[in-house]
């Protein structure tokens, strides 16, 4: 499944989320997220790159080994 890098705007809030792909989302759209209804809708201002959902790095790096982590 393809998801595009979005900046989520809401008055002086922004967020960056992964969106699927849809030709109706654009800049300027008025959206809600599915996970967070309660948070209200919020305007697209800027999308970025698209990619597949799989290949998004998740988590903060816990799965390299030690020698390769940086936290002390």
């Known amino acids: 499944m393809q ?4 900046l989520l ?3 002086n809030a922004q967020q960056v989320a992964w969106l699927n ?7 300027g759209s008025v959206v809600t997220l599915k996970d967070e209804p309660e ?3 919020w305007e697209v201002a800027e ?3 698209k990619q ?3 290949d998004i790095q998740r988590g903060w ?8 982590r940086t936290e002390r």
């Open 3 to 6: 998801v595009v890098q979005t």
């Open 9 to 11: 705007v809401q008055g």
């Open 21 to 27: 792909v849809d030709p109706r989302v654009k800049k």
């Open 39 to 41: 948070s209200g809708q």
């Open 47 to 49: 999308q970025y790159m």
């Open 52 to 54: 597949e959902a799989s």
């Open 61 to 68: 790096g816990n799965d390299l080994p030690k020698s390769q």
